[in-house]
Nanobody
Framework: QVQPVESGGGLVQAGGSLRLSCATS????????IAWFRQAPGKQQRELVA????????NYKSSVKGRFTVSRDNAKNTVYLQLNSLKPDDTAVYYC?????????WGQGTQVTVSS
């Protein structure tokens, strides 16, 4: 079992920045990938924003490339998502999820609201 807990969301003006954190606990050695998803208001599905593997390979949704950066601090069992040049379309609940290759473990989400 892995327990991800997100923090760092908030209200920011367009063009601003936020840093989200995902602290993991439990069987963290089993994790091979941690991903950030988001669910925009009124949307049914969550979309993949970025992920980072155990070997620090990263990947991003095209619309956030160059603006968002995912990184990890293994000593703290924490993954970060730096959000820069935020746009109103980035408004969503951001979820952190960790997988051991078989099961996805989800956090409770953190709200990011970008005002125009």
């Amino acid at each position: 079992q892995v327990q991800p807990v997100e923090s760092g969301g908030g209200l920011v003006q367009a063009g601003g920045s936020l840093r989200l954190s995902c602290a993991t606990s439990g069987n963290t050695l089993s994790i091979n990938t941690i991903a950030w998803f988001r669910q925009a208001p009124g949307k049914q599905q969550r979309e993949l924003v970025a992920h980072i593997t155990r070997n620090n390979i990263t990947n991003y949704k095209s619309s956030v490339k160059g603006r968002f950066t995912v990184s990890r601090d293994n000593a703290k069992n924490t993954v970060y998502l730096q959000l820069n040049s935020l746009k109103p379309d980035d408004t969503a609940v951001y979820y952190c999820a960790a997988t051991d290759g078989e099961t996805w473990y989800w956090g409770q989400g953190t709200q990011v609201t970008v005002s125009s």
